[in-house]
Structures are given as C-alpha cells and as structure tokens.
C-alpha cells in the first residue's frame, strides 16, 4: 500500500480548509476545528510513512553489515540514533518509530514470497491515518508481551478491537484502553505484575528550604483509599465553593486542586490523631468491581473506580475485607434500580449501578467520586422518572456543556450494560454522529 497518495490527500486537505487566511487568527472557529482535523491526519499519516522508512533504515543498518551498515556510514551507531538526529527527536521515539514500522511492514519467507504484516490491521489503521504512531505502539508493545500466553486468535482480535477503539482517542485514554486489555489477554498475569508493583511502593520525607517534600509512589491497592479520599475532599471543596453566597468576598476560598489535595492529607492525618474531628467528603467510597465467576474461581482481575489500572483477585478480596471499600459483584442478586416518579434524586444503589456503567463521567471519564447523577430527561420541565436508563453520571463541567452546547445523550439497552451515547449538536458535526461514552470507552471485552 504505497503511502504516498494518501499523504497528498492529506496536505490536499490541510491546504483546502486553510484557504483564505494568512495565519490562524484568520480562520473562523469552524475553519479552526476543520483545521486541526486536518492536521491530525496529515501528521498520522506522516508518521506511518515514517515508521515505513524507520524500519527499513533498521534492517539496512542492522549489526552483521559491520562497517556497511547504513547508520556507520552516516556515522551513527544505531538506526535510533540517526533516527533520532534527523527527525530531532529523542532516541525512545526513534526505537518507537523502528518497532511499529518492523510489526506493520510486509514479510518474505525463506523462498522470498510475500507475506502480510505481523499486524496487518494496524498497517491499515496507520495507513488511513486513522491511528497515531504512538498508540501503535503502546498497542503492539502489549501484542507482543501477550503473544505467547494468549495464542495467535486471541492476539488478533485483540488487535482488531483496540484498532477500532483506539481510532480518535487521546494517548492517555489509549492507555487506559490498554491496561484493560492487558487485564482481558493475560488475566493470570495481573497478579505477579501487582506484587511486582507493590514492592516497589515507597513515601519518602525530605525537609528543605523550610518546606516539607513528600514523594508517594504507590501501587493500585494501596493508592485507591488515598487518591478516593483526596478527591473527595476536592469535590466537597469545590462544592461549597459553588454554594457560598458570595464567591469574590475577599475571604473566598481560591485554593487550587493541589493546595485542596495538601489541607486534605493534613486534615485527615490530624483526623488520626483526633478522632473525634469531622472530616468533609463528598461521598468518597472505593468500589471494587469483578464478576461473580472471578470470584468464586479466584482467577482474572478487578477494576477499582478512579483507577486506570486492574487489580489481582487476591487484591480485591483484601480490599473488600477492609472499612470504607464496596466489592461489586457483576451478576449477583441486587436492590431495586428504577423508581419511575416516586423519587426524584437517585439512590445510592443507582449511583453505584451507574457508576459501574458509565465509569464516572460517561463524557469525560473523571472518577465517579467527582461526578453527580443527572436525569437525562429533566425531573421538573421533561416530567423524566428517576430510573437507571433515565440517569448518567456527569462532573459538573459536561454537565453544563450538555445543556448550554445542546449535546444530547441517548442509552441504548437496560441496567449496568447499556451503552451511552453523545450526540453532538450540528454545527459541531452535521451528521450528529453519536460518540461512544461511558465504560465501553475502555471496556475491551464490550
């Protein structure tokens, strides 16, 4: 597939959409969205074409030409560090270009005939531009460390979905989308990786220039009560703010996320010391979620609200047994999720049904601890019932952008595995495509 005429299209689009402005502040806003889509594209597809090239300079550059390797004659010492040199990038990104162009590049066999790519599917992705180079790789890096375990079919729809869902997603929800899968291709692996992680958990106390440097680095288990305690503490913060009747009083809290983050650790360590202190949580709870068959088996893994990465079951089980830590069990026997119009605020069985389905923030992804559940049809002018397929969690931010942007939310299906969907507004996009929200975002086995 020859990657020129699709990086001409591209320069063809980007050239097209700019048209009739010297420099950005002469596009319109529809011009400057037209714009960055374009852009998107073009450099996409660039970067497939590049990592083509970075690959083929690899295998000219390879070890046993001694002298005649193409990066000596140049005089550099790999193919990363002439990689590096003339796209001015760092010798990780180089190596990153070499291993994505080397897993999508066309094979021979031994008689020379020729053979699709390893991943043929992310060849096609990259080639559309409809995947970042970067998120190949976090894609084929997990590919390949699950190759063996998982076996050849497996790999291959693993790597057809994350193609799919991967397609016009940030890097940080890419890994996110990852860490699941690996969680789906090599459950048996979880555990080892969280005791890896565990003994390397550490918080060291340094005092310098009258301050006081606190560094955690903190596994999964051990970091869910701290980062759901923290950020509910924010959320309660913010929501006071929100209430005060007079917000620009010069005494008025201004306190940033991180100062919050400082007087909560504070506060709740003086909690310890004083029991008898209140401390303000906007209904901060960690909730551990696993299937019903993971847990009688003791195998797979868990999710932990707020938390990008699974946990082992052995992890979830500790978790469950301590104070202040839901387990939700998929599948077992539950409260009663749908009160019509006998109540108009939700219940908190339907805020943790809800959270399981929508993750937190169905459109922006914060934790549920952050979020607040909103009738999609208004209680009071849309007369909407207080029921699961009536609910979706939103943070106060797409809360407002929902009803003053006039985006629409439709869910498709019933309880905890309904899908939701965003339907922008048209000048947004005229097609109104529905955008995928909630946890099927991430979800890998959805």
Known sequence: MSKLPGLIEAVSRLDQVWAGADDATGLSREQLIAVDQAIGVLRRRLDAAHADVAARIAYESRTELGAGSLAKEHGFRTAAKLLAATGGVSSGDAMRLVRVGEATAPRTDLLGAKLPARYEVLREALASGALSVAAAGSIVGLLDRCRVVAGVERIGLAEETLAARCAGLGLDDVRKLIARAEAWLDPDGVEPKDEERRAKRSCTIVERDGMVHLHAVLDAETAAPVVTALRGYVSAAFAARKDAPNPDAPDADRRTVPMLQADALAMFCAHVLDCESRVPLAGATVVVRLTLDDLQSGSGSAT???????????????????????????????????????????????????????????????????????????????????????????CETCHHRIHDNGWEIRVDGTGVTARVWFIPPAYVDPARTPRTGGRHRFDIAA
């Open 304 to 394: 932990i609200d707020g938390m990008d990465h699974p946990v082992n079951i052995g992890a979830a089980r500790r978790m469950a047994a301590a104070g202040g830590v839901i387990p939700w069990v998929c599948g077992g026997k539950s409260e009663i999720l749908d009160w019509g119009r006998e109540k108009r605020l939700f219940t908190r069985a339907q805020r943790l049904a809800l959270a399981e389905r929508d993750c937190g923030c169905a459109m922006c992804g914060l934790p549920p601890g952050m979020t607040k559940a909103h009738h999609i049809r208004w209680w009071t002018r849309d007369h909407g019932p207080t029921d699961l397929s009536n609910g979706v969690l939103l």
